[in-house]
Nanobody
């Protein structure tokens, strides 16, 4: 069992920045690939970013490339999402997820564990 706790969300003006963190506990963190997803009201959960077990491999949603950066610190059992130049359309609940056998990293069903989410609201 892996427990995931997100933090760092909040209210920010358009153009601002936020850094989300996701702290993991329960199992060996480096055995899990990690992903960030988001879900806006009335919309399906969508892929944001993926990072491989060692941090050497990353994948981003095409629409977010250049603004968002995913990273991980296996010594701290934490994955991060740095979000720059935020837009109102980035408003959503952001979830981190952990998976042992992740193939593409972009599909929610590839992940075994999910956090409770953290709200990000971008005001225009």
């Amino acid at each position: 069992q892996v427990q995931l706790v997100e933090s760092g969300g909040g209210l920010v003006q358009a153009g601002g920045t936020l850094r989300l963190s996701c702290a993991a506990s329960g199992r060996t963190f480096s055995n899990y690939a990690m992903g960030w997803f988001r879900q806006a009201p009335g919309k399906e959960r969508e892929f944001v970013a993926f990072i491989g077990w060692t941090g050497g491999s990353t994948v981003y949603a095409n629409s977010l490339k250049g603004r968002f950066t995913i990273s991980r610190d296996n010594a701290k059992n934490t994955v991060y999402l740095q979000m720059n130049s935020l837009k109102s359309e980035d408003t959503a609940v952001y979830y981190c997820a952990a998976g042992r056998t992740v193939i593409t990293g972009t599909r929610p069903r590839e992940y075994d564990y999910w956090g409770q989410g953290t709200q990000v609201t971008v005001s225009s």
